[in-house]
T-cell receptor
Framework: DTGVSQNPRHKITKRGQNVTFRCDPI?????LYWYRQTLGQGPEFLTY????????KSRLLSDRFSAERPKGSFSTLEIQRTEQGDSAMYLC?????????????FGNGTRLTVT | AQSVTQLGSHVSVSEGALVLLRCNYS??????LFWYVQYPNQGLQLLLK??????LVKGINGFEAEFKKSETSFHLTKPSAHMSDAAEYFC????????????FGGGTRVLVKP
């Protein structure tokens, strides 16, 4: 178990630029989740995949955000035309199985700063 | 819809004293409840989970939590605080139809004084 890996750890970008983050889940985990966490707040759900299928998207996920998990392994989260309000920690998590009590295993996150 | 409320955004305790972090949930169905801990610049680590078995749940690092349906609470405790317990703690709820999607509370930051 090498854990959930996220890259990059930090990203600083100028407003209006596009950014892409990558998440590598624990290898046998079939579910993958993206969360956003702003300073002093709990993580907020963005979207999740079961294998390669994106099963749910939060209303927080505007049309500037897109997530993919093309082969049911790693996932990418792209933000187009970044805004200062997108500055946050983006957390990826994975879990095994389809039971709703399976614990989520989180990566260390990607901290995005939009200047 | 499910929700979680954590009472107290900051808690300060002396080393060796009791740690008590409060969590109340709202759910229309029997919930699954979790406590996670987050150290600075890191992701979240599972402390413990409640999934309708025993109401008193023991977790890692000496933490435990008790599910009380009548009070819709899932408070986290540790009898004796250690300096290494300084972190932020999040309560979260999931449910049978939630796709294992967790809804988190706002978190409680714990400061441990020597």
């Amino acid at each position: 178990d090498t854990g959930v890996s996220q890259n990059p750890r930090h990203k600083i970008t100028k407003r209006g630029q596009n950014v892409t983050f990558r998440c590598d889940p624990i290898s046998e985990h079939n579910r993958l989740y993206w969360y956003r966490q702003t300073l002093g707040q709990g993580p907020e759900f963005l979207t999740y995949f079961q294998n390669e299928a994106q099963l749910e998207k939060s209303r927080l996920l505007s049309d500037r955000f897109s997530a993919e998990r093309p082969k049911g392994s790693f996932s990418t989260l792209e933000i187009q035309r970044t805004e200062q309000g997108d500055s946050a920690m983006y957390l990826c998590a994975s879990s095994l199985g389809t039971a709703n009590n399976s614990p989520l295993h989180f990566g260390n996150g990607t901290r995005l700063t939009v200047t | 819809a499910q929700s979680v409320t954590q009472l107290g955004s900051h808690v300060s305790v002396s080393e060796g004293a009791l740690v008590l972090l409060r969590c109340n949930y709202s759910s229309s169905v029997p919930p699954y409840l979790f406590w996670y801990v987050q150290y600075p610049n890191q992701g979240l680590q599972l402390l413990l989970k409640y999934t309708s078995a025993a109401t008193l749940v023991k977790g890692i690092n000496g933490f435990e939590a008790e599910f009380k349906k009548s009070e819709t609470s899932f408070h986290l405790t540790k009898p004796s605080a250690h300096m290494s317990d300084a972190a932020e703690y999040f309560c979260a709820v999931s449910g049978p139809a939630a796709g294992n999607k967790l809804t988190f509370g706002g978190g409680t930051r714990v400061l441990v004084k020597p």
